[in-house]
């Protein structure tokens, strides 16, 4: 088979080219130079050119159809924009974010296929049912800080929200709550509104719901039913802090990680109400008026994984006694506890830190060795307990004691030697007076890095300071001289804090600073 090159030549598949005096009429434009062509026949061609444009087309061949993706004349090749509310903005076509623009009415005209719906921060009052049910496919819906009302919220209004799982309703003037939320929900957060009241629907029967904040509400027990989150097995975040209870709702879900009660008036656990929680791992009951009747030994005992517990600005007079084991954080600050029973913290040597602060410890509360059973213990706080001496025989890797404001007027040699492992120790606002503080009350501090020791009755530097210090706080107290000796070796003291003392500048001795190669100097250390 013979086969033509581009140009004619053999080996390509294209046809030769055809003469200049062959060529169909509609190719003739101009012949070489084999001699000027004749104008009556170009004329004649040209007629004939004409009457074929005119003529209608044949139809195309099969196969060679249409392409409908391909633009036309007056046709973009761009997508149709995707319709938007005015003034909103839509990133995507799934999202539409209406934030912040002061709307009063819901808007219209909102995609049907929007799964992310923002109008946060308006002025909406309510929710047009006939709206909001044409948007079957969101998961995501937030309103809040708007002015909806209960009466802006038909009972229906979200029965058509199949799918949604995120709904964000706080900060809105809601005095119930919804009496139904659909099946398909994982966080709801009705917070900081008015409620009083929830319904057996409003957050039952989710199997996937996860978090439910209703903390600053007005809810009481009587407002929260017993079925409350019947098959609701996965929640594992509940916050009802800020509310009107007056004792721990008994029908919360078995599920729980996460219990957010404080800022009620609760003066009482019932028996029981916190017998299912087996994997609650925090608990906050701190701004109550639990007193030592309202708990008793059962309380707490089935916490098996609970690891950060708040008692704090509460009323109660003694530790609780069974306390979890698992316990890391225990928060007792603010009550009125007068006696520290070691029976009461024997086995819990996980305990991290132990808040103590502001109750009425007085010179006996808290016997020797009364701590010495938790060995993990990191952090102790027991300012503003009118402690007139220091606690002894604490536990042995304490790495802070902080007990400011209380009555402590000495330090013995041996008082801190239990406590090698301190890095921090704050005697701020007691009563210690140079005389009374040993030369060696210090020695065995070698990872001490911060000594508060601001607000006592010192009119000289304490002997023996560890070589660790990096800060040394000594502001309020009555010194008079500063000499070198005391400061000698103090290499990595980056922070030294005299103000409020009676030092001038003759009382400082020369050579002092040349002590303190890595003192910061900053104004209103000296005055």
Known sequence: MVRWGRGGSEGSAWPPSPPCGDAPVAMVTRCPAWGHPDPWLNSQRLSLLLLLLLLPGPSPALGMEEDASFPHLGESSQPPPRAC????????????????????????????????????????QELPYNELSRLSDLRTLNLHNNLISSEGLPDEAFESLTQLQHIYVAHNRLSVAPQFLPRSLRVADLAANEVTEIFPLTFGEKPALRSVYLHNNQLSNAGLPPDAFRGSEAVATLSLSSNRLSYVPPSLPPSLERLHLQNNIISKVPRGALSRQTHLRELY?????????????????????????????????????????TLAVLHLGRNRIRWVEAARLRGMRGLRYLLLQHN???ATGLPARALRPLRGLHTLHLYGNGLDRMPQALPRHLRSLVLPHNHVTMLGARDLAATPGLAELNLAYNHLASARVHRRAFRRLRALRS??????????????????????????????????????????????????????VGDIGPGTWHELPALQVRGGLVS
């Open 360 to 362: 009425q410890l007085g």
């Open 85 to 124: 509310p005015p003034r909103c903005s839509c990133p995507r076509a799934d999202t539409v974010d209406c934030d912040g623009l002061e709307l009063r009415v819901f808007p219209d005209n909102i995609t049907r296929a929007a799964q992310h719906l923002s109008l946060q921060n308006n002025q909406l």
């Open 285 to 325: 009951l701190q701004h109550n008026q639990l007193t030592d009747s309202g708990l008793d030994a059962t309380t707490f005992s089935k916490l098996h994984r609970l690891e950060y517990l708040d008692l704090s600005h509460n009323q109660l007079a003694t530790v609780p006694a069974g306390l979890p084991h």
């Open 451 to 504: 000594l508060d020791l601001a607000g006592n009755q010192l009119t000289q530097l304490p002997a023996g300071l560890p070589a660790s210090l990096n800060t040394l706080r000594l502001q309020r107290n009555q010194l008079r001289v500063l000499e070198p000796e005391p400061l000698a070796g103090l290499d990595q003291l980056q922070e030294l804090s005299l103000a409020h003392n009676r030092l001038r």
